[in-house]
């Protein structure tokens, strides 16, 4: 189980620390019914994350790697929409879709200003939210 899991069957968080011989030891600190994490969520936690930070040539892919190392990762959709303007970049709206708003939000806390593209120093740091209609595609919706 990862470091600081949460199993709702037990309602127990299992803590993984080091013990002082560097071996993983797991501690299981009970919850009362008011410490459970989805009770610590915003009201508007959704299973599904709006990423805005992303360069227009960026790839589904390359998105992914950065997500599926989380728990309860499902995909990846990225929606490009031209500018209007000339001159001005392609905005990319990009989804990333998870099992349960807890898993989302673990991977927002832990991702929240990641910088995309190191190699680059005008890259953005990504900015991540919870999505305010999940599971609307591009044909429509807010995001």
């Known amino acids: 189980m ?17 013990s002082p011989d560097l071996t993983p030891v797991f501690a299981e600190i009970p919850l009362n019914e ?8 915003p009201p508007n936690a959704s299973s ?18 950065i997500f599926r190392h989380f728990g309860g990762y ?32 673990a991977a927002m806390d832990a991702l929240q200003g990641y910088k995309f593209d ?5 890259s953005g740091n990504l900015m991540l939210q919870f999505a305010r209609n999940p599971g609307v595609t591009s044909a429509g919706g807010d995001c």
């Not at 990862?2 to 080091?18: C, F, I, P, S, W």
């Not at 190191?118 to 005008?122: I, N, T, V």
């Open 2 to 18: 990862a470091v600081g899991a949460y199993r709702k069957d037990t309602n127990t968080v299992q803590l993984e620390v080091m």
């Open 34 to 41: 008011y410490e459970a994490p989805e009770d610590m969520l």
């Open 48 to 65: 599904t994350l709006y990423v805005e930070g992303l360069p227009e040539d960026c790839t589904t892919r390359e998105v992914a790697h």
């Open 74 to 105: 499902k995909e990846v959709r990225l929606v490009p929409e031209p500018s209007i303007y000339p001159g001005v970049n392609t905005l990319i709206h990009c989804f990333v879709d998870f099992v349960s708003p807890l898993d989302a939000a």
């Open 118 to 122: 190191l190699d680059e120093h005008d």
